[in-house]
């Protein structure tokens, strides 16, 4: 019996023992394939950063451009002084928009005495310079002459007033400087400057002013846009306002990099109401009209829409990630895997998780009449900015599902445009305008990026494939403050790279 015992536990130790060798064998089988997994990503991700190579075009140098900097600098003084402001009443600033095209007539007499000017939409303007070949695609630069109105009561916070167009030596300050007359005033300048050097362009360029962008471009480029389309008029490119040439911006780059957007987010707003019944507030319901409203909005900033890395964000870091620092070069070089680490990063800051997803911002709310009485309704504005490749309808019936209460109408208020499509980075145009930055600023980093905001460029889309926007200036981020802001203000320096910039893309786009 003690003999039969001892077999028995020596079969169960020796049966346990090679269980246990098994059990080992088949662990170490799966590490070792794990680790096989894990080297061959990691072989993986540094051959790809070690393939991610500067996309920067390196152009042959150019002659320097002649510029009398004070006569220019006297240029957009002046027209900062007129008050063309975007109103809901544009009668009442008739005068100021009859004043700036009266000036522009006396202060770039060579482009209206060459150039075919024609008024759109009562203030708005399209000049042609007629090319000498008309079987190529004309060029549409485009800008806008009016300028958002001053905030009541902060003109005094302003170090020089807003509409003084005061210089200092260094600076142009004014409302308009950065947005958006330094565009009309640096291409106009750029174009005398051609024609007193008896400059004729092969193929046509158009400049398209408006007068309402501020308010949505209605009377303005989307006139124009419909005049050129009626006529069969095809683009070449659409180069706007748009991205600039950042400095200290971008993590891990020290050189400056401009921005030009391919793409641009679509804008609408949503008025949102609740109801209910009204009385005495010493006998409240369990929600008033303010608290079914509130919990509504409330709902929509705690869940944000799905964030997307559109191919304008991943262009962006496929030309800025080879500048970088390895560590960096290597997410942006290996997105299939550190994309959902990207995204977490650029949802961190509102400047850039509003790249990668659309926004919504609450941004009126009105109710009651009195502090005793409950209020029979309840209104507030969303302000939407579409990603592009999602749609208004997508995005109002995104919304209906995340507040999910039939209890609120919810209803488009306001202008609607839709995001617009991706020109792609390959197109000449970009090309183009690449090979013409690093040309006029040669230690500039340029990429392609998404605009956040909406401009007159989207009335145009039926025109051409290639839709760009930029404005060849530099700025910080204490610069970038002052759009619609108090103090806003221009260099003098920018203005001259800007002139010279529009110079150089005439030239290179014939």
């Given at each position: ?178 947005d958006d007359k330094i565009t009309v005033i640096a291409s106009l300048e750029a174009i005398e400057s051609l024609l007193a050097e008896s400059f004729r362009p092969r193929r046509t360029i158009l400049l398209a002013f408006g007068h309402d962008e501020e308010a949505g471009g209605a009377q303005g480029a989307a006139q124009i846009g419909a005049l050129l389309e009626s006529r069969g008029i095809q683009l070449d490119y659409v180069l706007d ?14 050189s400056p990099v401009a921005l030009i957007a391919v793409s641009e987010k679509g804008y609408a707003s949503f008025e949102l109401v609740a109801e209910s019944q009204g009385g005495h507030s010493s006998m409240p319901p369990a929600q008033t009209s303010v608290g079914i409203l509130s919990a509504a909005i409330s709902r929509l900033e705690t869940v944000p829409f799905p964030a997307i890395l559109t191919r304008s964000v991943t262009s962006l ?194």
């Amino acid at each position: 019996m003690v003999c039969k015992r001892i077999e028995d536990t020596a079969q169960y130790c020796k049966e346990k023992f090679l269980g246990g060798l098994w059990v080992a064998a088949k662990m170490t089988k799966v590490l070792l394939s794990i680790g096989a997994v894990v080297f061959c990503i990691a072989i993986a991700v540094v051959l790809r950063t070690a393939m991610l190579g500067s996309k920067q075009i390196q152009p042959a140098p150019i002659d320097p451009i002649d510029l009398d900097a004070a006569r220019v600098t006297e240029k957009l003084s002046r027209s900062i002084q007129y008050r063309t402001v975007s109103s809901p009443n544009p009668e009442q600033f008739d005068g100021e928009f009859l004043g700036l095209r009266r000036y522009l007539e006396d202060a770039f007499r060579r482009v209206h005495s060459s150039l075919t000017r024609e008024i759109i939409g009562k203030h708005s303007l399209l000049f042609t310079w007629k090319g000498q070949d008309e079987n190529l695609r004309p060029v549409l630069l485009m800008g806008h002459t009016d300028v958002v109105p001053v905030e009541p009561g902060t003109e005094n916070q302003w170090i020089h007033p807003p509409f003084s167009g005061y210089t200092d030596g260094g600076y142009v300050w004014g409302r308009g400087a950065l947005d958006d007359k330094i565009t009309v005033i640096a291409s106009l300048e750029a174009i005398e400057s051609l024609l007193a050097e008896s400059f004729r362009p092969r193929r046509t360029i158009l400049l398209a002013f408006g007068h309402d962008e501020e308010a949505g471009g209605a009377q303005g480029a989307a006139q124009i846009g419909a005049l050129l389309e009626s006529r069969g008029i095809q683009l070449d490119y659409v180069l706007d306002e748009g991205g600039v040439i950042t400095r200290q911006i971008v993590p891990g780059i020290s050189s400056p990099v401009a921005l030009i957007a391919v793409s641009e987010k679509g804008y609408a707003s949503f008025e949102l109401v609740a109801e209910s019944q009204g009385g005495h507030s010493s006998m409240p319901p369990a929600q008033t009209s303010v608290g079914i409203l509130s919990a509504a909005i409330s709902r929509l900033e705690t869940v944000p829409f799905p964030a997307i890395l559109t191919r304008s964000v991943t262009s962006l870091y496929d030309y800025v990630g080879p500048e970088m620092p390895f560590h960096q070069r290597m997410v942006f070089a290996n997105l299939w895997l550190f994309g959902p680490v990207l995204k977490q990063k650029l949802a961190s800051s509102p400047a850039t998780n509003a790249m990668i997803r659309t926004t919504m911002a609450a941004t009126m709310f009105s109710a009651g009449a009195k502090e005793n009485l409950l209020p029979a309704k309840a209104r507030a504005v969303v302000n939407v900015r579409i990603l592009p490749g999602e749609t208004f309808d997508g995005t109002l019936q995104q919304l209906r599902r995340k507040i999910n209460d039939p209890r609120i109408r919810i209803a488009p208020f306001g202008p609607i445009s839709e995001p617009s499509s991706e020109t792609d980075v390959s197109a000449r145009g970009f090309q183009l305008l690449h090979r013409t930055i690093r040309q006029v600023q040669p230690d500039a980093i340029v990429a392609p990026s998404l605009l956040v905001g909406a401009t007159d460029s989207r009335h145009m889309a039926k025109l051409s494939r290639e839709t760009y926007r930029f404005l060849p200036i530099e700025l910080t981020s204490d610069d970038l403050r002052r759009y619609h802001g108090i103090d806003e203000r221009v260099s003098i320096e920018n203005l001259g790279r800007a002139v010279r910039f529009y110079v150089q893309l005439i030239r290179n786009s014939q």
